[in-house]
């Protein structure tokens, strides 16, 4: 979670943007929101604007040519150094945003700027800026009670649970281009827009990015490039993801040359594994380091697809997830089979 009980909106700014190509206003606001003296309302917005981030995944403002030109960096960076200029900030910021929304699937509506203060980050107390759009309305019922019965009314509003786009830019890194967490729930087309056009990020080099995608790597080499090259079993392969986890589960640091000694063990599946990786950073133009701190969260999000099952037709799956000695594979007659020896049945 971002917030604490120590955590407060300072300042707040909302402007509404429409989408320019299909001649909707910018609606500028005259001044800052007057109402973040409402304790229980800057709660409530609190509430809405920071619960939605679950993703581990960081990034950081960038731009291919020089950081300063990304416009959300410099302005940003502005309310950093002098928060009373949040106001005149913010309209900047709506006006890069509308300048953005050319394509028709955008969506218009309410475009937040918050200056928060004590937010939390990685267990690091920091002030921050948040970013945030609502476009989705719903309707919603009212029930008044009144001296003929109950009244009953629709309103369309927003819903307080569900954030559609949203960007707390922490007051780290700066030269970097700061520590960023995205919160999109809109489509491709709208995502694009919003943390490319708008934001335009690329993901943080941190411990979380480094396991992410070496755990994503060795997945995809074992599932579907190991078999092209050599004669492995699906059994062989599920014994591989699962001494793959396990090595990032029980490793604080992950090294290539320890993870291909304990893992991979033999020199030409070393080789094959080692042009593999090559090629899968030039494919995704990343950049998976030799040696990196090994983020437990990322091994706990990566864990849910190192799932080691063997499907058999349409009639078995087979889960392995401990000693590769204990399952034979064969044919006879009746078609190909797997042994499995076991001690205790539940």
């Given at each position: 979670?971002?917030?604490?009980?120590?955590?407060?909106?300072?300042?707040?700014?909302?402007?509404?943007?429409?989408?320019?190509?299909?001649?909707?206003?910018?609606?500028?606001?005259?001044?800052?929101?007057?109402?973040?003296?409402?304790?229980?309302?800057?709660?409530?917005?609190?509430?809405?604007?920071?619960?939605?981030?679950?993703?581990?995944?960081?990034?950081?403002?960038?731009?291919?040519?020089?950081?300063?030109?990304?416009?959300?960096?410099?302005?940003?960076?502005?309310?950093?150094?002098?928060?009373?200029?949040?106001?005149?900030?913010?309209?900047?910021?709506?006006?890069h945003?509308?300048?953005?929304?050319?394509?028709?699937?955008?969506?218009?509506?309410?475009?937040?700027?918050?200056?928060?203060?004590?937010?939390?980050?990685?267990?690091?107390?920091?002030?921050?800026?948040?970013?945030?759009?609502?476009?989705?309305?719903?309707?919603?019922?009212?029930?008044?009670?009144?001296?003929?019965?109950?009244?009953?009314?629709?309103?369309?509003?927003?819903?307080i649970?569900?954030?559609?786009?949203?960007?707390?830019?922490?007051?780290?890194?700066?030269?970097?281009?700061?520590?960023?967490?995205?919160?999109?729930?809109?489509?491709?087309?709208?995502?694009?827009?919003?943390?490319?056009?708008?934001?335009?990020?690329?993901?943080?080099?941190?411990?979380?990015?480094?396991t992410?995608?070496?755990?994503?790597?060795?997945?995809?080499?074992?599932?579907?490039?190991?078999?092209?090259?050599?004669?492995?079993?699906?059994a062989d392969?599920?014994?591989?993801?699962?001494?793959?986890?396990?090595?990032?589960?029980?490793?604080?640091?992950?090294?290539?040359s320890?993870?291909?000694?304990?893992?991979?063990?033999?020199?030409?599946?070393?080789?094959?594994?080692?042009?593999?990786?090559?090629?899968?950073?030039?494919?995704?133009?990343?950049?998976?380091?030799?040696?990196?701190?090994?983020?437990?969260a990322?091994?706990?999000?990566?864990?849910?697809?190192?799932?080691?099952?063997?499907?058999?037709?349409?009639?078995?799956?087979?889960?392995?997830?401990?000693?590769?000695?204990?399952?034979?594979?064969?044919?006879?007659?009746?078609?190909?089979?797997?042994?499995?020896?076991?001690?205790?049945?539940?």
């Amino acid at each position: 979670m971002l917030y604490t009980e120590d955590t407060r909106i300072e300042a707040l700014a909302v402007h509404v943007v429409g989408n320019q190509s299909k001649d909707e206003p910018l609606l500028v606001s005259p001044g800052l929101s007057p109402q973040t003296s409402d304790e229980e309302l800057m709660r409530t917005l609190t509430s809405y604007f920071l619960d939605g981030f679950k993703e581990e995944i960081l990034y950081n403002l960038h731009h291919e040519s020089d950081l300063s030109c990304n416009e959300v960096w410099n302005f940003v960076g502005r309310i950093f150094d002098a928060p009373s200029t949040l106001y005149e900030n913010s309209v900047n910021l709506a006006r890069h945003l509308y300048a953005c929304g050319t394509l028709p699937q955008i969506k218009g509506g309410e475009f937040y700027v918050v200056c928060f203060r004590n937010c939390r980050d990685a267990g690091e107390t920091v002030d921050a800026v948040g970013l945030f759009k609502s476009e989705t309305r719903d309707t919603y019922l009212d029930a008044r009670p009144e001296e003929q019965g109950v009244r009953l009314a629709t309103h369309q509003g927003i819903d307080i649970k569900h954030l559609d786009k949203g960007a707390v830019i922490f007051n780290l890194d700066r030269d970097e281009g700061f520590v960023v967490q995205i919160v999109d729930n809109t489509n491709r087309t709208e995502a694009r827009y919003w943390i490319d056009d708008f934001l335009h990020v690329r993901e943080r080099q941190d411990s979380y990015h480094q396991t992410h995608n070496a755990l994503a790597m060795c997945k995809k080499y074992v599932t579907k490039h190991l078999a092209r090259e050599f004669d492995v079993s699906k059994a062989d392969q599920a014994e591989l993801l699962n001494e793959t986890m396990n090595y990032f589960r029980e490793q604080d640091n992950f090294s290539m040359s320890d993870f291909s000694e304990r893992v991979i063990r033999q020199p030409e599946v070393a080789e094959s594994f080692a042009r593999f990786k090559q090629a899968y950073e030039e494919e995704r133009d990343i950049r998976i380091e030799d040696e990196f701190g090994i983020s437990d969260a990322a091994v706990k999000r990566q864990a849910r697809a190192y799932k080691s099952v063997i499907k058999l037709d349409r009639n078995f799956h087979i889960y392995i997830h401990g000693n590769r000695d204990l399952i034979e594979q064969g044919q006879d007659e009746k078609g190909k089979y797997y042994k499995v020896y076991y001690q205790e049945e539940e």
